[in-house]
Each structure stands twice: as structure tokens, then as C-alpha cells.
């Protein structure tokens, strides 16, 4: 069973900015599209960004465009998404998982614990 990891969250004033990563057992994500998903309590989970398994495709929801930006390393099978201009509101528990690469639609591991990310006012 592929295991999912993500680092890299903490506490960061407005302003500031993080790099999440995202690393799976067996180097499974060089295999697949990365999905960046953020959670808050009692919420469906969602999709943030995309990149495709050839690092193109880039794809972010329209609150975080501009400022959020997915990359991946494919010989360690490794994910990254740069979080610039951090927002009080971008406060949640971030975490990745490997996704369908034609339209992102699916993701195809048991989840991780996700990283938190919380940015103070």
C-alpha cells in the first residue's frame, strides 16, 4: 500500500510564504498526475492545483493563482507547491495525493495526515 507524506506547513504571518512536499512510498507518484487538495473541518476536501505526471498542465483554483505554484521532481517522485502571499484565509490542513493525469478527476491513494498550514492576520 502506497503510503502518501507531506511536510512543510506551519505558522506564517499574512504575507509570508511555505513550501509543501509531498513524497509517496516506492516513488509511487512518478507515476501519476499530483493533486495539491486542502481541507478545513466539517469540509469536503479540495483540489488546489494539478500538475500533470510531465509537469505540464498546471492547473490552480482561481483563489490561490498568482500566487500558489506546483512543481514535482520525477526521479524521487516528489511533489512541491510554493505557497507565495499567504492569506488568513488560505488556513487549512494541506495534503497531496497521486490523481487521474487527463482530467484530475480521481485520486488513487489512501490519504496521508496532510500538512497544516496557518496563517495569522
Known amino acids: 500500500q502506497v503510503q502518501l507524506e507531506e511536510s512543510g506547513g506551519g505558522l506564517v504571518q499574512a504575507g509570508g510564504s511555505l513550501t509543501l512536499s509531498c513524497a509517496a512510498s516506492?516513488?509511487?507518484?512518478?507515476?501519476?498526475?499530483i493533486g495539491w487538495f486542502r481541507q478545513a473541518p466539517g469540509k469536503e476536501r479540495e483540489l488546489v492545483a494539478g500538475l500533470k505526471r510531465n509537469g505540464g498542465g498546471k492547473y490552480y483554483i482561481s483563489n490561490v493563482k498568482g500566487r500558489f505554484t506546483v512543481s514535482r521532481n520525477n526521479t524521487n517522485g516528489t511533489g512541491f507547491m510554493q505557497m507565495n502571499n499567504l492569506k488568513p484565509d488560505d488556513t487549512d490542513v494541506y495534503s497531496c495525493?497521486?490523481?487521474?493525469?487527463?482530467?484530475?478527476?480521481?485520486?488513487?491513494?489512501?490519504w496521508g495526515q496532510g500538512t497544516q498550514v496557518t496563517v495569522s492576520s
Open positions: 495525493n497521486g490523481i487521474s493525469d487527463s482530467n484530475y478527476a480521481f485520486h488513487y491513494f489512501h
Open positions: 516506492e516513488r509511487a507518484l512518478s507515476d501519476y498526475a
